[in-house]
């Protein structure tokens, strides 16, 4: 059972970026999926989070700038990250839980590994 989380890398403000996260092992339509970030020197918080039934939900921040979606056939979970902000910079994770309202995902169970996202000009 494994997530592989791929497609950081540097990006200039207001630029985009997708990051996939792809599992192996288990079927993945059946779990919820969430994206976490961590900055150096931060706790990781919780950025986004799709439903096994393909709810949506994100982080005040980051509404209206990311996209979550899932696409069952590939075993993947995807982030468009779109008008990107130093800010954003981060490492950043996917894990399977439970999604609540505010764009955390609850109860994780499997993390996969980070993908360094750097937001600079």
């Known amino acids: 059972v494994q997530l592989q989380a791929s497609g950081g890398g540097l990006a200039q403000p207001g630029g985009s970026l997708r990051l996939s996260c792809a599992a192996s092992g288990f079927t993945l339509a059946y779990k919820g999926i969430g994206w976490f970030r961590q900055a150096p020197g931060k706790e990781r918080e919780g950025v986004s989070c799709?439903?096994?039934?393909?709810?949506?939900y994100y982080k005040d921040s980051v509404k209206g700038r990311f996209t979550i979606s899932r696409d069952n056939a590939k075993n993947s979970v995807y982030l468009q990250m779109t008008g990107l902000k130093p800010e954003d910079t981060a490492a950043y994770y996917c894990?399977?839980?439970?999604?609540?309202?505010?764009?955390?995902?609850?109860?994780?169970?499997?993390w996969g590994q980070g993908t360094q996202v750097t937001v600079s000009s």
């Open positions: 799709i439903s096994s039934g393909g709810g949506t």
């Open positions: 894990a399977t839980g439970r999604c609540s309202v505010t764009g955390v995902a609850r109860d994780i169970g499997t």
